[in-house]
């Protein structure tokens, strides 16, 4: 970026000082002018230099170039009024968290190169079991079930997922319906089912039959479903598990290699590239598309209860993981009502804290080990231009969102998830500018 100082001082100023005095301080006055001006002059030469340095920062955080390397190196920003470094949370299954903070910038060693950390050991969580027991058991008579809750998701990001793998969400809501008897298939059978599994037409088609149904799992409008056709069947307040673009484009295609081609990971890293630079852009607006259809500007009857980030399950925080976890619980029990239009005939989920907290350790560590299994010998990276383009777009999102006059409550909490998201790519995806070869 190149700046033109000027050196001009306005007109007659440094003049008016010296002709306003006598002649027989003629010479002195001289003296003190020119002292005056060699003053200013260094000054602007010291403002120049700063500029010119600021200059070149700025060029070289455009760009995402550093010295260093390919990779951009950028200082993990503060969080608004704490004070204190976010937390690493885009692949602490797969990075060293304290290595990366006792650096200070991220750095491509650590972040490009996996190196499977474990899951923190809670000795009094080591083989725990839900407590909850339901008072009362599914209804078995379909003209008496419940409304059914909708559980969308952007493909691997916890509740969708093409493998039948990694759907934490679907574990914690099970767990906090039925207990321990969610993994017997006694009594409750599965309460959260996939829109997509069929057994045939008299058994389990699109998630209705079988048992009493708490939630359906889809990627609406990824994959169509047709919700507006089933406002019957369904409560207006949607579950949404949400995972960081940045990571949840990546694991797509990395179901999608094992679902559909046998594969056991990720793809190799130059497949990698061609699959990014290929369908970054749809598969972008896709995981934008599923947030806006769910959070109720494309229809009139739904609208999200409730977000569950995939960052705050999986996490050694279980402070943070269980907190969630009890939002979800009283979303699904009604003890806090979001689906303004419902029929109030909510589910009974457990409301112990001790349960909350073994579900998180359950869940966050099965989880954790699966990704450390499925990933591959890279973490994936992007080209400049397609971390700039998921920045921008979070961003934009957030301010439109706020911008909206017919914004709900749970507007505030995206609105602080696109921004959380924007920041964590901002400070920790890695750059490449390499790009898959044209065909």
């Known amino acids: 970026m190149r700046m033109a100082v000027s050196r001009r001082f306005p007109k007659g100023a440094g003049e008016r000082s010296i002709t306003a005095v006598d002649e027989d301080n003629d010479e002195k006055s001289k003296e003190t002018g020119l002292s005056t001006k060699s003053g200013y002059i260094a000054i602007l030469a010291i403002i120049f230099i700063v500029v010119v340095h600021a200059g070149r920062i700025q060029s070289e955080d455009a760009t995402g170039n550093s010295r260093s390397g390919s990779t951009s190196n950028i200082v993990l920003k503060e969080s608004k009024g704490k004070g204190t470094k976010q937390e690493y949370e885009l692949y602490p299954f797969l990075v060293d968290a304290k290595a990366l903070d006792s650096l200070g910038t991220p750095s491509d060693e650590v972040i490009s190169k996996p190196t499977l950390p474990e899951f923190p050991v809670i000795s009094k969580l080591e083989g725990c079991k839900v407590s909850y027991k339901p008072n009362n058991p599914p209804r078995t008579i379909d003209s008496e079930w419940r409304t059914k809750f909708w559980i969308p998701s952007f493909p691997g990001s916890g509740a969708s997922n093409p493998t039948k793998k990694g759907d934490i969400v679907k574990a914690i809501i099970e767990g906090l319906f039925s207990g321990e008897t969610a993994n017997d298939r006694e009594g409750h059978f599965h309460p959260i089912k996939d829109y997509h599994m069929s057994i045939g037409k008299k058994k389990l088609k699109r998630c209705k039959g079988i ?74 607006n896709d995981w934008m598309n599923v947030i806006e259809f769910w959070r109720g500007t494309s229809s009139s009857y739904y609208s999200t209860a409730i977000y569950v980030p995939f960052e705050d399950l999986v996490t050694t925080d279980p402070s943070k993981g269980s907190a969630k976890i009890r939002e979800l619980s009283d979303t699904i029990s009604g003890r806090i009502s979001r689906d303004i239009g419902g029929d109030g005939n909510h589910f009974e989920t457990t409301s112990s804290e001790q349960d909350y907290e073994c579900l998180w350790y359950q869940t966050a560590k099965k989880e954790w080990e699966r990704e450390q299994q499925i990933i591959g010998d890279y973490i994936p990276a992007y080209t400049q231009l397609q971390k700039d383009k998921m920045i921008r777009y979070l961003n934009s999102f957030a301010d439109n969102i706020e911008k909206d006059d017919t914004t709900k409550d749970q507007d505030d909490a995206l609105v602080s998830l696109l921004r959380r998201y924007a920041n964590q790519i901002e400070a920790y995806v890695r750059v490449e500018e390499q790009q898959a070869p044209q065909r």
């Open 211 to 284: 048992s009493e149904t708490v939630g359906c799992t889809c990627s609406h409008p990824q994959t169509k479903v047709n919700p507006e056709l089933q406002t019957s069947e369904f409560r207006p307040g949607t579950i949404l598990s949400i995972r960081n673009p940045a990571t949840a484009i990546p694991m797509f295609f990395t179901c999608k290699n094992i679902a559909y081609h046998k594969g056991t990971k990720q793809v190799p890293e130059e497949e990698w590239r061609n699959m990014r630079d290929s369908f970054f852009d749809g598969t972008l």
